[in-house]
């Protein structure tokens, strides 16, 4: 499961955006956490191809923290794996690009003040220590890239044992950020800013996220020409920037969402399941989800010849479905 942090500056709607996209109330004072299930219309028909027991999507967890750039707030975002950063895109005054720049500093700063402070100590052990040369030249590099007001992700930090030493200081501008313009109703994503934003009515979401029936809201949203939820445009927007994708699995007794990385090997895909299958990873059957629907059943693609037997070396992609073989 992946941490989602909200960032904004005041007066941006960015708990109310969170509040209505996790249906969450808010603690005054305290981080505003909720867990989401990931929308995905095949579990439910693989539930009833399979006749599941039980259906579970994927999750992704939304913090929202109260104070924005405070001591406290900077700590929190460095834990998350990726940074939604929601603009003030409403109203006769706004200005998101300009607000982009402003937000795109503050976390410059923070890191700048984080990679100096950690220069500083790292020169010292360098003395005495000569694993800590390397992290001395990634800092460096690092340092004279913020010193210039460029966020880390514009440098060649592409190497294992760069990103490793960046890693331990949890730096704001090298996260996957998705970008929210908060618009009014039936409103675009303003020029300027980077490929990728969405737009997003925080007032439109809120008003939808009193109706339990989800196919009515749905109605609600088309009636103001709005085709997909904002729930589901943030998490589609949060898997791309942070390079996912989901395989599944199913059955009799279950049937699941997974997140893994693209590019992922089915060993690493069986270790999302649990660490036991990814240790003791023997093969994998393979089919994809719509060939198994075009079947109409495991049991049914098993005998029509349509499921593959793949080895460590199979790369995962979207939608597959696996069933893990192994021996521990």
């Not at 996957?176 to 618009?183: D, E, L, S, Y």
């Not at 649990?274 to 393979?286: K, M, P, Q, T, Y």
């Amino acid at each position: 499961m992946k941490d989602i942090g909200i960032v904004g500056l005041p007066y941006t709607g960015k708990s109310t955006i969170f509040t209505a996209l996790t249906r969450s109330g808010s603690q005054g004072g305290r981080s505003n956490q909720a867990v989401v299930d990931v929308p995905d219309e095949r579990l439910q028909v693989l539930t009833d191809i399979e006749s599941s027991k039980k259906t579970v999507h994927a999750k992704v967890r939304f913090v929202d923290v109260p104070g924005g750039f405070t001591a406290q707030g900077i700590a929190e975002f460095r834990t998350m794996d990726a940074l939604c950063i929601v603009l003030n895109a409403f109203g006769p005054d706004n200005d998101p690009v300009k607000e982009l720049g402003s937000v795109e500093a503050e976390l410059v700063i923070n890191d700048l003040t984080s990679i100096e402070s950690g220069l500083e100590k790292a020169r010292k052990r360098a003395k005495s220590q000569k694993e800590a040369v390397a992290e001395v030249a990634v800092l460096e590099r690092a340092s004279a890239l913020l010193e210039q007001e460029r966020p880390l992700r514009e440098g060649d930090f592409s190497d294992p044992e760069d990103r490793k030493i960046l890693r331990g200081y949890g730096p704001l501008t090298l996260k996957p950020w998705v970008i929210v313009a908060n618009v009014e109703e039936g409103g675009d994503v303003p020029g300027g800013l980077p490929d990728g934003s969405i737009a997003i009515s925080a007032a439109l979401e809120a008003e939808v996220a009193g109706v339990e029936d989800p196919a009515e809201a749905r109605e609600l949203l088309a009636g103001f020409g709005v085709e997909e939820p904002g729930l589901d445009k943030v998490i589609d927007a949060c898997y791309r920037a942070l390079d996912l994708i989901t395989f599944l699995t199913t059955g009799a007794d279950e049937t699941r969402a997974w997140e893994v990385r693209k590019g992922a090997k089915a060993p690493e895909a069986a270790g999302a399941i649990h660490s036991d299958l990814e240790r003791g990873f023997i093969r994998a059957e393979v089919i994809h989800y719509d060939t198994l629907v075009e079947a109409g059943s495991w049991d049914a693609a098993k005998a029509k010849g349509a499921l593959r037997v793949e080895g460590k070396d199979y790369t995962v992609v979207e939608g597959d479905i696996l069933n893990i073989r192994f021996a521990v």
